[in-house]
């Protein structure tokens, strides 16, 4: 299979998954399945999907001292660029989607945490973004439809390939090995089996140099990140990132499994809603109505309901049998109180016909 068959296929699952309520990376198990065996006997398609797919695996794994988080890191990276390139694809006139914010969460953490700023720079470009300041990228000329989708599925090749070296370092039994070892293997081998043995001989021979010492240590990417939005203010702080940068990284759930939409709080308008209960359906409870001055007007305007006038007590300083005025108006409006009665207890009788 060719490139340019993979990419018509990559296009007709992102398209699928559109009219079916979602716009995100590609999730097709077959497409996945189809282009991990491709890849994993032809390590060069990396070159004929994208020029600078081996510039990119280098600069993210050179001078790390364990490879195993460096790759997780780097697959992350490869899914938000790939994102991007999907959402201009599918989604052109969103103008949200044309302005990336350099200071964002996402950008700081995910992406300058795992690549270099000229490779990610060259990346967007290919999307049609342009720097426009120092804090933000803007698409200023849109990309062809084709070239996005060309962008988008060597950036789907690159984080499968970053799930294929992690599965020959699990097989391998050690993540501690130069970059340029591995990526030796991988060029030089048919299958994950050859690629597992041509590290295991390269390592057990005399005189194999020691692991480089890491580059710089990797963001913790616990949290979904954004291109489009600032940092959110509550982020932790210097001394807790060093601190967990020293931390054993759990890896969970692989990325390409979990939901495409890695960045923004909440999903956006296009994303199809789970179908899940909604929250607290177990414990409903009732809840007042809403606040509403037109109401409020409604029921002042109608007379007080007071108990009967026997059981007001007269304030202390009026004279006996005299309310006080602002009871006494309310008090003529009862039809059940006769008219003596009321001018009694309002302190002004009047002389009967």
Known sequence: MGSTSLSEDYRLC????????????CGDPSLRAVLWQILVEDFDLHGALQDDALALLTDGLWGRADLAPALRGLARAFELLELAAV?????PWRKEFT????????????????L???????????MGYARKDNHSLTVTAPAPASQLVQ???????????CEIMDE???RLGTSLLPAEALLEARRSSGDVASCV?????????????PPLPPRSSLAAFGCPLGLYQDLIEDEISEEESATSAHEEQTYETPLWEQSAQVWGIGGPAWEALADSPPYGALEEQPEPPPFSFLTLRQELGQPADFASPDDF???NCLRSGVLQPSLGEPLRRRPWLSRSRAETLDGAPRARP
């Open 14 to 25: 992102l398209e699928r998954e559109l009219r079916r309520g979602r716009a995100g990376v």
């Open 87 to 91: 959402h201009l694809y599918l989604l």
């Open 99 to 114: 302005t990336i914010k350099t200071f964002s969460g996402g950008y700081v953490h995910v992406l300058k945490g795992a």
């Open 151 to 161: 962008v988008a599925l060597g950036c789907f090749a690159l984080r499968l390939e």
């Open 197 to 209: 043995a041509w590290l295991q001989q390269r390592l057990a021979s005399p005189g194999e140099p």
């Open 313 to 315: 007590a007269g304030h």
């Open 168 to 170: 020959v370092l699990a």
């Open 116 to 126: 270099s700023e000229d490779l990610l720079t060259r990346s967007f470009q290919k």
